[in-house]
């Protein structure tokens, strides 16, 4: 609980600063220029064919049922977009992760390894393609679910329980790959992964609660529909921003949990610096002290 509670303050501390905001435009830009490009050429097609879809199969009037047993009747007139909608958002989350690990996590995991952790020797048990191939399988599996819990989404209640699950468990299978990469060798990596897999859940679901709060942007019904693209950009930067922290967190606990691992530490032991948590600042001074 110690080193949780001391990675989280560390991660929160290093995120507020203005240096590791501006980390996030890199990701932001590339992602919200992909999309800008990609719904430009097809969103309206793909409205078009569920609209036509709709029609042929007559779930109007099955949707406008359900709704209404909700109270949300209102919502038929804009349920095709809200769809479309909500089928790209697994790929926009997609955008954001990969452009954070390329640009972002990487210039994280040198300042917090090169500042708090320059006694940790590099084993390089990951690399690029295994990252890549983790991200897409996860994703993979994430997409699947999401698209086969959609009609959670209508129900907020269950919208915010089943998707911060879903997101825990990407964040904290890509995530913590991605922070032992370079300084685990895989047999460290299985072994850090499984004596912390409770803790490390416990972050990916904590980032997974925070991950469902863009999904707040698109319960505003014919609004939502109406400012797409100004809630994309919004809901881009978010997912970016969180992706950030998250990487954060997960550098500072994975990072400690390696050094405990070789050292014979036992996993509870304090943190330096636990009483302040002045040196997580560190991770964005790179001038000479």
Known sequence: MRLFLASFGRALL????VRMLL???????????????????GLQPMIDWLQDY?????VFGIAGTVLGWFGMGALKTVIVPMLAMWALLPLMILTALVFVGLFTIPAVARHIGARHYPMLAKRHGGSVWG???????????????????LPVSLI?????????????????????YDTLADYASPEERRIVLRLHRWPLLAIGTIAGAMGAAPTLLWLGGALSVIFFPVLAAGAIWLYVLVFVFTGLWFQYYCLEALLRHRSGQPP????????????ATDVIDAGPR
């Open 156 to 176: 907020p209640p269950l919208s915010f329980i089943v998707h911060p699950l879903l997101w825990g468990w990407l964040t904290y299978r890509v995530m913590a």
């Open 268 to 279: 509870d032991a304090p943190m330096p610096g636990d009483a302040s948590l002045k040196p």
């Open 54 to 58: 709709f029609i042929v199969h007559s």
């Open 131 to 149: 990252s890549l191939w983790t991200s897409l399988w996860c994703f993979g599996v994430f997409t699947v679910l999401w698209l086969a819990t």
């Open 14 to 17: 290093s995120q507020l600063h």
């Open 23 to 41: 980390l996030t435009l890199l990701p932001f830009v590339f992602s919200v220029g992909i999309w800008a490009i990609c719904l430009w050429l």
